[in-house]
């Protein structure tokens, strides 16, 4: 390896200018792939093909209709929806919902459509028209009708009539990647529009069109705000440890063609950009810098100790390269292993980051050197280096003389620590994925505190034949299962077809309110059922309810301020009720987007226990045949698993509860964190072998060679991925703050905890 790297050394130095100009053209090809880059806006990017709750969600969508939905949430100022001028408002807002791009319906309380009869005939109405002319007692009847109607209460009015919706049904016909963003723009435009005419009432937007449009925007958020602050961090603190305008100057140069060969390769291999993959450049920017800084470090101490510009160019490639290599290959391989990830956007993240981490890994031994063997580089005194390493050189003496108090105190606390693990609770709650900055979050708080939940639960009831939902027996039984629901606690509305086919029995029976209840014959009931269909106008038919040959119905169960797990819990006791209770042929399991994300934790840390016990081997057999020493590359495997065990203790001490990023920290982490182990254990060996220094020689040796670029670099790593807490999408948030945890709880134990391991375990020759 020494001669290699020597030759390489040598062959950068000569070629210097060609490298340069060959690497900026090849960047900039690369880069220019950019230009296909497209951002993803569907919340079910995180779902795979073969995922189960997917495939029956698509299966129930494929049988009645997709819930895509806009949702105008309406609050008058004066606490009352029941008044000439709101129901006017509402009425004039439902026309114009007609005109958002793709609508397929609308409902709210003035088209909801009531039923009545006259005589023998069934009358079917818009239950509020020409609101403007309406008298007092009209306005009255309306309101009894609304408040007293369970298809509406807390789904289109508040029990109190203070808060009411505006529903409308959005089908995109899938030809163009911008149909939510145009569904969102206009949407919003009606509601600016709404705010102006209306100023008495508060007007606030929401629903699955708007939750997807946020995961676009979530998107483009950071990628406008998060990169430019992870530049600015970076170059602060390059600027302030390597006291270099050069050496500065060529690392900023090196992470920003890693950061757009990896973006570009991504345009040209057709992929687009999603909440997740978006902070990769991040991250990348982050990574790429360390490899920088051991060889910038490095260099500047070879110049420090006389050799000139060339020698110690070559020097600093003959020290770090073999680290260097490695600490690229082991973060390759934990980001790599992401693809086994049941999300795809997590795998889309890995292997872009790993694009990134290999340009970044040749760019910094063939560019970075080369640029450098060009760029005026002023040789510093000794003192500067002295100031640096003094920090480390005490440290070292502390950790030789303590060691076994701070061996047994490090492994001690780890222990304890890692404990407090198990206090944590797997919960996700995808409407609050993100946080209060995006509007869409705000008005779906509002509308969930005074009307209605946005945590669904989906069912298909089968009857077990055509036209088999006319069955009474079949229908008492949906309504037994809706009144168990109603029950439950969160549970905030049941939308059924038993509460339709109950009003038109009273209908039919001029309205007594005896007769509210199923209807007693199968042919009663397909009678009802189709007078009542024939006399619904075109766009609010009952398609989204009942399938075509009337064989089964929807069911659905909103519900409020409830976790993911005990979504998972609800839907286990429906199924046990359904299994005691209804026919064989009406189980099933509950669905929907929100029954999607309660499963997905869960799934992808069983698909990603497997892909990270897989990196950890083949890491372990990486570090074991470099270090060349079996006994020390086992036991490096301590001081690089407890950081993530003990970053996911202190989250459950002081947090508690964790979604779908805890599923691939220990995989995004395990590669990075194996950097300062390595550099360490190379020089300490390279110490023992070649110096024929003793362990506590060896120990020492480390701390001043390689300590300060250590203590930079995890800075630059913990200030990065500390740039990506500050998304206001939680999973990456989240992973940017457990990952800088993770990193700096590294740092010390391969501070002090793996200086005194290796020194109780190496004794004898290397």
Not at 295 to 313: D, P, T, V, W
Not at 513 to 542: H, V
Not at 547 to 560: A, I, P, Q
Request: aromatic residues 10%.
């Amino acid at each position: 390896m020494d001669r290699f790297t020597i030759q390489l050394g040598e062959f950068v130095i000569r070629f210097r200018w060609y490298i340069v100009i060959s690497t900026i053209i090849l960047a900039s090809l690369a880069a220019s792939g950019g230009r296909f880059l497209t951002f993803t806006n569907d919340s079910r990017i995180y779902f795979s093909k073969e995922n189960p709750q997917l495939q029956a969600l698509e299966a129930l969508e494929g049988t009645y209709n997709k819930e895509d939905n806009l949702l105008f949430i309406l609050a008058p100022k004066d606490g009352n929806v029941f008044t000439r001028e709101t129901l006017a408002a509402i009425e004039q807002l439902t026309r114009d919902s007609w005109q958002i791009p793709f609508s397929s319906r609308v409902d709210s309380l003035s088209n909801y459509q009531h039923t009545y009869a006259e005589e023998d005939d069934l009358i079917v109405e818009d239950l509020a028209t020409e609101s403007v002319n309406l008298s007092d007692q009209d306005i009255d009847r309306i309101k009894h009708i609304a408040l007293a109607e369970p298809l509406l209460v807390n789904r289109i009015i508040s029990p109190t009539g203070h808060v009411t919706a505006v529903n409308i049904l959005v089908i995109k016909p899938g030809k163009s990647i911008d149909e939510t963003v145009q569904v969102a723009k206009y949407g919003r435009q009606m509601a600016d529009d709404f705010r102006e005419q209306f100023p008495e009432i508060d007007i606030h937007l929401t629903g699955g069109i708007m939750i997807d449009n946020a995961f676009g925007e979530a998107s483009q958020n950071d990628i406008t705000t998060l990169v430019p602050a992870m530049y600015i961090t970076l170059l602060l603190i390059m600027a302030i440890s390597l006291r270099s305008v050069s050496g500065t100057f060529a690392t900023l140069l090196v992470i920003v063609f890693a950061m757009m060969t990896a973006v570009g390769i991504t345009g040209w291999l057709g992929k687009s950009l999603n909440p997740s993959t978006v902070n990769a450049p991040t991250i990348i920017l982050t990574l790429a810098v360390a490899d920088s800084i051991h060889i910038l470090i490095s260099l500047f101490h070879s110049m420090r100790e006389g050799k000139n510009k060339q020698e110690a160019i070559c020097e600093s490639l003959r020290i770090n390269m073999q680290p260097v290599l490695i600490t690229s290959v082991t973060t390759a391989v934990g980001f790599l292993s992401m693809n086994f990830s049941d999300a795809p956007p997590f795998r889309e993240l890995g292997n872009l980051v790993a694009i990134g981490i290999i340009a970044a890994f040749i760019l910094s031994t063939t560019f970075l050197p080369a640029l450098m063997a060009i760029l005026p580089v002023r040789r510093k005194q000794e003192g500067s280096e002295a100031a640096l390493s003094k920090p480390c050189d005490w440290l070292a003496e502390l950790v030789v003389k303590r060691k076994d108090q701070i061996f047994w105190g490090f492994l001690t606390l780890g222990v304890v620590v890692t404990a407090g693990m198990f206090r944590i609770e797997l919960d996700d709650d995808f409407i609050r994925y993100f946080d209060e900055r995006y509007d869409f979050r705000q008005a779906t708080d509002f509308a969930e505190k005074h009307i209605t939940g946005f945590n669904v639960i989906e069912y298909s009831l089968e009857s077990g034949e055509s036209g088999g939902i006319n069955e009474p027996r079949y229908l008492e039984t949906i309504e037994s299962f809706a009144n168990w629901y109603r029950s439950q606690p969160n549970v905030s509305h049941v939308y059924t077809v038993t509460d339709i086919m109950k009003r038109l029995n009273k209908n039919m029976h001029q309205d007594d309110p005896a007769y509210y209840k199923i209807p007693q014959g199968r042919e009663l009931a397909a009678q009802y059922l189709l007078l009542y269909e024939m006399s619904l106008p075109f766009g609010l038919d009952t398609n989204n309810i009942i399938n075509v040959d009337k064989s089964s119905t929807r069911f659905v169960v909103r519900l409020t301020d409830v976790t993911s797990k005990e979504l998972r819990q609800m839907d286990d006791k429906a199924r046990e009720w359904l299994k005691a209770n209804a026919p064989e042929n009406m189980f099933t399991y509950g669905t929907g987007l929100s029954m999607m994300f309660a499963h997905i934790s869960e799934r992808n840390i069983k698909s990603m226990l497997g892909a990270s016990f897989g990196a950890l081997i083949l890491i372990s057999a990486i570090l074991i045949l470099a270090l060349r020493n079996f006994r020390i590359g086992l036991a490096s495997l301590i001081p690089n698993l407890a950081p993530a065990l003990m970053a996911f203790g202190f989250w459950g001490i002081f947090v508690g509860q964790v979604g779908l990023v805890v599923s691939i920290l220990a995989a995004l982490t395990l590669g990075i964190v194996v950097d300062d182990t390595v550099h360490f254990l190379s020089k300490y060996l390279w110490a023992r072998r070649h110096y024929k220094m003793e362990p506590e020689d060896a120990v020492r040796y480390a701390f001043h060679t390689v300590g300060t670029a250590l203590w930079v670099t995890t800075i630059v790593l913990v200030a990065g991925f500390l740039v990506l807490s500050l998304s206001g999408f939680s999973l990456n948030s989240d992973m940017g703050l457990m990952t800088a945890l993770t990193i700096f709880i590294a740092l010390v134990m391969d501070f002090l905890f793996l200086p005194t391991l290796v020194m109780k375990i190496d004794r004898g020759t290397i």
